[in-house]
């Protein structure tokens, strides 16, 4: 079964950290574009970072950058997201997503909440 599993979303105080995790299944995911996403209630889906392949550099949404790292790791087929240094603003439900020309997968969605 080909799905994408996301985890590691919960309630954070502002400055604190958390760690996203994507686990792929049912495909070869370093064949694909993977990414995060975050959405809130009546928003557009935004997009969080994005990794290519190991050999570029990923990029990353400006309201993000130097905070959040996104890799993967092929033995474990699983896409990361490292949050630090959380705001607020970064509340929101998180997806995963693969993509490759013709196919683009999304998991679930993983709520973070930043919140005193």
């Known amino acids: 079964q080909v799905q994408l599993v996301e985890s590691g979303g919960g309630l954070v105080q502002p400055g604190g950290s958390l760690m996203l995790s994507c686990a792929a299944s049912?495909?070869?995911?370093?064949?694909?574009?993977t990414s995060w996403y975050r959405q809130n209630p009546g928003k557009e889906r935004e997009l969080v970072a994005t990794?290519?392949?190991?050999?570029?550099?990923?990029s990353y949404a400006d309201s993000v950058k130097g905070r959040f790292t996104i890799s993967r790791d092929r033995a474990k087929k699983t896409v990361y997201l490292q949050m630090n240094s959380l705001k607020s603003e970064d509340t929101a439900v998180y997806y995963c997503?693969?993509?490759?020309?013709?196919?683009?997968?999304w998991g679930q969605g993983t709520q973070v909440t930043v919140s005193s």
């Open positions: 049912g495909f070869t995911f370093t064949d694909y574009v």
């Open positions: 990794m290519i392949s190991e050999d570029i550099s990923p």
């Open positions: 997503s693969a993509i490759r020309p013709g196919e683009r997968l």
